[in-house]
C-alpha cells in the first residue's frame, strides 16, 4: 500500500434538518480537527458552557433507538451513527461535528447530506501517518438470534451484512461490501433508514419517532412499499444497515482493518461486538498505514430472500 496520511476537512460545512424522534429544528457543523483527534462531538446551544464527547464505544449509553453518546452528566447526542458513516465512509480521520440539540439531523434518513456537506468542506491530508486496529482473532457475540462477529481480513474493511423479516416485501437480504469512499457514496450512502407502519405508529403513540415521514423513511406495511417514489437500491434495507455498521463500528476510534459480519442486528449488536473486540487486547493491535492493506477495488455482492423474523425500523427496537 502506498504511503498514507490522516485526513480532515479543509473548512466547515453546515446541515440543518429536524431530529426523527423530536421533529425538532437541528443545525449539525462539520469542521477541520487536529491530528489523532478523530471524531468529537460538541454539544452546542446548552445553558452554560459547550460540552464535548469524544466518539468512541465507551461513550454509547444507549442503542435501543439510535446510537446515542453521553457521559455522566447524561445523553449529549442521538442517531449519531449516519454522520459518523459518512465520515469513516469518504475516509475522513478527524473531525468535529458541533450539534444545537439533542440529535443529530435525520436529513432524508440517508447519510447522502452528510457526504455531500464533506464535499462542501473539502478533505484535506494532514502531517501524520494513517494508523489502523487491525483484527488479529475472531470476536463473535450472540444476543438471541443475532449474531455478530469481528474476524481478520487481508484487504481493508468488508462487512458483510444480512437481514431476515417476516414481512414479505422486505425478507432475507444479504450484502457484503468493501469499503472504499467511492463504494461508499455509490451504494451506501444514499440508503434510508426503514420500518414498518405498525411500529411508526405505536413509536408515535409512545412519544418516538416524532419527525419520521415519508420524506425521510422507508415505511412498509405487510404488501407493498408506501413510499410513492419507490427505493433508491432493490436492496436498500440492507444498504441502510450496511450503512449502520459503518457509522456504529467507526467508535473504535481509528479506521478497522477486518471483516464484520452479522446476521438480524443493529445498533445494539454492533456495539456490543465492538465493546468485546477492544476489551480483549490479544484480538487486535494498530498499525500504520505502510503496513496495512487495502482492496485495489471496491467490492459488492447482494443476495436476497424470505425467512421468518421480527420487523422493527431502523431507528427503533434493535431487532432485523
Known amino acids: 500500500m502506498k504511503f498514507s496520511r490522516q485526513t480532515t476537512l479543509r473548512s466547515q460545512a453546515t446541515v440543518t434538518g429536524v431530529g426523527v424522534h423530536s421533529g425538532q429544528p437541528v443545525n449539525l457543523t462539520l469542521g477541520p480537527a ?3 483527534a478523530g471524531f468529537v462531538f460538541v454539544r452546542t446551544g446548552l445553558e452554560g458552557a459547550d460540552r464535548e464527547i469524544q466518539a468512541t464505544a465507551d461513550g454509547v449509553i444507549a442503542t435501543d433507538f439510535a446510537t446515542v453518546l453521553g457521559d455522566r452528566e447524561g445523553p449529549l447526542v442521538s442517531t449519531a451513527e449516519h454522520v459518523l458513516a459518512a465520515l469513516r465512509g469518504m475516509g475522513v480521520d478527524n473531525a468535529i461535528i458541533e450539534v444545537d440539540g439533542p440529535e443529530v439531523p435525520i436529513m432524508d434518513g440517508s447519510a447522502a447530506a452528510f457526504v455531500a456537506a ?8 494532514q502531517p501524520a501517518v494513517r494508523r489502523f486496529i487491525q483484527v488479529l482473532k475472531p470476536v463473535q457475540v450472540k444476543m438471541g438470534e443475532s449474531v455478530g462477529e469481528l474476524r481478520p481480513f487481508a ?3 468488508r462487512a458483510e451484512v444480512e437481514i431476515d423479516f417476516t414481512n414479505p416485501v422486505i425478507g432475507r437480504q444479504s450484502l457484503s461490501f468493501d469499503l472504499s469512499p467511492e463504494g461508499f457514496r455509490r451504494d451506501i450512502a444514499r440508503a434510508r433508514t426503514f420500518g414498518c407502519v405498525a411500529d411508526t405508529a405505536r413509536l408515535w403513540s409512545a412519544g418516538f419517532a416524532l419527525g419520521a415521514s415519508f420524506e425521510n423513511t422507508v415505511v412498509f406495511d405487510e404488501t407493498r412499499l408506501l413510499n410513492p417514489e419507490g427505493l433508491r437500491y432493490a436492496d436498500e434495507c440492507v444498504r441502510h444497515k450496511v450503512l449502520d455498521v459503518i457509522g456504529d463500528l467507526s467508535l473504535a476510534g481509528l479506521p478497522l482493518l477486518g471483516i464484520y459480519r452479522s446476521k438480524r442486528g443493529g445498533h445494539k449488536l454492533n456495539n456490543a461486538v ?6 480483549d487486547r490479544s484480538a487486535w493491535r494498530v498499525v500504520e498505514a505502510e503496513t ?4 485495489s477495488r471496491s467490492h459488492v455482492e447482494a443476495g436476497a430472500g424470505t425467512v421468518g423474523g421480527l420487523i422493527a425500523p431502523a431507528y427503533g427496537p434493535d431487532v432485523s
Open 34 to 36: 487536529p491530528v489523532d
Open 155 to 157: 484487504g481493508g474493511f
Open 292 to 295: 496495512a492493506r487495502r482492496p
Open 274 to 279: 465492538l465493546r468485546a473486540f477492544l476489551a
Open 118 to 125: 464533506i464535499d462542501q468542506a473539502g478533505i484535506v491530508t
